[in-house]
């Protein structure tokens, strides 16, 4: 019994150990990547707001690197399906680091046609692989020519890279006098990236250090518990060693169990590995067996170094291990807590993500905003002006997606705005839509004809349900005044609202619903709201601010049948030009979007569930102490035939009462079914254990427990 507890301590050490130490090298390759190909001759430099033309800027830039024998490489941030960092560059041969950018297979590029990936893109032109560690962010490296052609964009940070010295200030200044950028400018930062590490790498490394605290309680109080043993065994001539390596039987070839099917499984979730990652790996989870063998005989040589008369009599107090137990297994409930409130949110949420996926895949391969690139200027912008000019700068491209491409406008909320009250009455949802859905999404009046709504109306639009016709113009009044402030453009003035009565249904699909109570049973549908619709005329800029938002929230959506490539010419003369707006699938996004919170939510569980079997252990640890310091009264009880429960009743009300309060605090703060029973597992599980552990004790032979055996 006492080295089952050790042996799940060893092996819930050995995991979290692997994971802490995947989730800081992880960290450590997005520096890698961030910093691909640079050298101790490797200068940045930035341009923006120039004039100069992709064909001229590439002319200048092969001229430059062939003649300062310099590579000139330019770095590009996407976020497609991944984070992508892509570097794009006039290579000079023999003076660019090919063998310490992380080459796998292949070779490095040799024409403007071809490109490196750290992933299979079954493109004939890609010939070569990149390492990169998880597959979360993704690199790759094409020629400068390819990218121009592709984006048409010379704004952005660029890198000089050697593998020897070279005059870094005279490259500046050409650089500087072809562009007509003060030099100072040049080199000044354009944007900011953050490498963070993982919050759920932290969350291991803390549950790590409890996990810790208890393998080192185990270790201490399992020889206690057998100090009389281990005193006999002394009187009977065994040396401190035969006792010790008595002690350690099985559990070397656990350790070794524990890393052969853990890792096996790990590299399994790993895009790639190198050797020494896995050397990294095993070194850490040989530091926790270290430690065990260390702990264990520096503990067996302290019980021993006591009076043989001492040992048996006894003598030796539990209170600290008790103090220690409590303490332990307090921490494990808050974090288990903390990861029971991050899990029941994700577990929502991607239940959500499926009902919305497959409502939006019943819609087509729509188009929508999936990315776009935030300059120096916006940021200046947000800084000095309240983001002013950037929401004009995405607002202004509305006219375009709207008329000469047919662009969907639809944002749903499934509540009116906070606040507002209709004299106690439930407020139905609101829909802002513009002409255009209602010409994909048909709209019936009471007479059954089709609602339709022009592009040059200029004063506000509002289609109310039909079951409304019934309420007093005060009401009404009352409930157009709640949504005008929301929708209507200030040149509408006090022009009377447009009421259109439509039939009542069961639901209107909206694309998206922006609420906090939005759930899986909501979806992307509304109940017979009240419709805004917007016009070029009379719509607010407050209104089209939501523009700016990426991925499935933005409420334009574009038509599959949509020419991307006439567009992406459109946007590049547009004030938005610099941004690099992209467009994907609704599919594509929706996919990302599930993938990822996939991702999050297993390596979440992972974590949960180290943590849980943890706590079960600290559990195990704390009733056995409880157990142990009234030893001789459980005896004297159970010859007095003292009920059960009256000699357990505080064990019980010890784990009773913490995972009571644990229910309870995640009912306070979580109001999620899911999130409470994940803490009801654990509570049962701690009443089970708690219960087995105690009834291997009881079935222990009565007079050989009196004799003090």
């Not at 983001?387 to 047919?406: A, D, M, V, W």
């Not at 004297?636 to 913490?658: D, G, M, N, Q, W």
């Amino acid at each position: 019994m006492d080295k089952i507890p050790l042996k799940l301590v060893l092996i819930i050490s050995v995991i979290i150990a692997a994971i802490s130490y995947t989730f800081f090298y992880d960290y450590n390759d997005a520096i890698r990547i961030s910093a691909l190909g640079n050298t101790k001759y490797t200068t940045e430099f930035y341009i923006k707001d120039t004039s100069v033309s992709t064909s001229q800027a590439l002319s200048f830039f092969r001229k430059l690197s062939s003649e300062c024998n310099v590579s000139i490489v330019k770095v590009t941030e996407a976020y497609d399906d991944a984070p992508e960092t892509i570097y794009s560059g006039i290579f000079v041969n023999n003076l660019y680091p090919v063998n310490y950018i992380g080459l796998t297979d292949g070779r490095f590029i040799q024409d403007d046609n071809e490109f490196l990936a750290s992933y299979n893109s079954n493109d004939s032109h890609q010939v070569g692989g990149l390492y990169e560690f998880m597959g979360n962010h993704k690199v790759s490296i094409n020629s400068l020519s390819a990218y121009y052609d592709k984006k048409g964009i010379v704004n952005g940070t660029y890198r000089l890279i050697s593998t020897e010295s070279f005059n870094e200030q005279a490259l500046l200044t050409k650089i500087s006098d072809y562009f007509t950028i003060d030099v100072n400018a040049l080199t000044q930062k354009t944007s900011f990236k953050v490498i963070q590490s993982s919050g759920i790498g932290e969350f291991g490394i803390a549950a790590l250090v409890f996990i810790g605290l208890i393998f080192c309680l185990f270790i201490a109080s399992v020889p206690i518990r057998r100090a009389k043993e281990i005193g006999v065994q002394s009187l009977l001539g065994w040396s401190s060693f035969s006792i010790w390596k008595g002690y350690l039987k099985g559990i070397p070839l656990v350790f070794c169990a524990t890393i052969a099917i853990f890792d096996i499984g790990l590299l399994c979730f790993v895009s790639s590995y190198s050797l020494d990652f896995l050397f990294g790996l095993i070194l850490v989870q040989i530091v926790a067996l270290i430690v065990f063998i260390c702990l264990t005989s520096l503990l067996l040589l302290l019980v021993n170094s006591k009076k043989t008369s001492s040992v048996l009599k006894d003598s030796m107090s539990l209170r600290p291990f008790f103090a220690i137990a409590s303490i332990t297994k307090l921490g494990y409930v808050v974090m288990l807590i903390v990861f029971t409130l991050i899990i029941a949110p994700s577990l929502t949420a991607y239940m959500t993500q499926i009902q919305t996926h497959q409502e939006l895949l019943n819609q087509g391969d729509l188009y929508v905003i999936n990315s776009f690139t935030q300059t120096k200027d916006d940021f200046d912008d947000m800084v000095n002006n309240n983001g002013r000019q950037g929401r004009e700068n995405i607002i202004s491209i509305y006219p375009l997606l709207n008329k000469n491409y047919g662009a969907i406008y639809s944002e749903g909320y499934d509540s009116i705005p906070a606040g507002s009250s209709t004299s106690g009455k439930d407020l139905p949802a609101r829909l802002i839509v513009n002409p255009n859905y209602l010409q994909s999404y048909t709209i019936f009046d009471v007479n059954s004809n089709k609602i339709i709504v022009n592009e040059d109306e200029t004063a506000p639009v509002v289609l109310i349900p039909a079951s409304k016709i019934t309420e007093s113009e005060a009401a009404l009044e009352t409930l157009l005044g709640m949504y005008s402030p929301f929708g209507a453009s200030d040149n509408t003035g006090s022009q009377k609202p447009k009421i259109y009565y439509y039939q009542d249904s069961n639901s209107i699909f909206t694309f998206y619903i922006s609420s906090s109570q939005a759930d899986a049973s909501t979806g992307n549908y509304l109940q017979s709201p009240v419709i805004e619709v917007i016009t070029e005329g009379n719509v607010s800029n407050n209104t089209l601010a939501s523009l700016g938002i990426t991925g499935i929230s933005n409420p334009i959506k574009l038509p599959a049948n949509t020419d991307m490539v006439a567009l992406d010419n459109d946007l590049k003369k547009s004030a938005v030009a610099n941004n690099d707006i992209r467009f994907d699938t609704v599919k594509n996004v929706m996919a990302e979007q599930i993938s990822k919170l996939q991702g999050v939510i297993t390596t979440l569980f992972a974590a949960y569930i180290a943590l849980f079997f943890a706590s079960m252990a600290a559990s195990i640890f704390l009733v056995q102490i409880l157990i142990m310091a009234k030893r001789r009264w459980l005896l004297v009880a159970k010859l007095h035939a003292i009920p059960f429960y009256k000699r357990y009743a505080i064990e019980a009300t010890v784990l009773l009462s913490v995972n009571i309060l644990a229910l309870l605090f995640a009912y306070l703060f979580s109001n999620n079914l899911v999130a409470l029973l994940l803490l009801l597992v654990s509570a049962a599980a701690d009443v089970v254990v708690a219960a087995f552990v105690i009834s291997r004790l009881e079935k222990r032979n009565f007079s050989n427990q009196l004799k003090g055996a």
